[in-house]
């Protein structure tokens, strides 16, 4: 059974940081897409940032500048370094996964969400 295990949430003043981990264990398939995503609660669900197997990221306009995605193949993990962090960067953050089972067959996961709260 696939496994996402996140790590690194928590609590942290403006302007401090944290780094995210998710790794990923137990598919023999290979990982083609990994992103994380943030959700507050009564809202929905958005990307935050997301990163290829080639290596190419993209990012949230609000995090622009101050959050890097990163990956090591590896060690099937996907990081979120999160820099200069703000009070609206508080959120429940979940990584996601896409196996690539073949050329035309994938398999999305989510992992079980951390908690970063962003206050004084």
């Known amino acids: 059974q696939v496994h996402l295990v996140e790590s690194g949430g928590g609590l942290v003043q403006p302007g401090g940081s944290l780094r995210l981990s998710c790794a990923a264990s137990?598919?023999?398939?290979?990982?083609?897409?990994m992103a994380w995503y943030r959700q507050i609660p009564g809202e929905q669900r958005e990307l935050v940032a997301g990163?290829?197997?080639?290596?190419?990221?993209n990012y949230a306009d609000s995090v622009k500048g101050r959050f890097t995605i990163s990956r090591d193949n590896a060690k099937n993990t996907v990081y979120l370094q999160m820099n200069s962090l703000k009070p609206e960067d508080t959120a429940v953050y979940y990584c996601?996964?896409?196996?690539?089972?073949?050329?035309?067959?994938?398999?999305?996961?989510w992992g079980q969400g951390t908690q970063v709260t962003v206050s004084s």
């Open positions: 996601y996964i896409k196996f690539r089972a073949s050329t035309v067959t994938f398999y999305p996961y």
């Open positions: 137990g598919s023999s398939f290979s990982i083609n897409h």
């Open positions: 990163i290829t197997s080639g290596g190419t990221t």
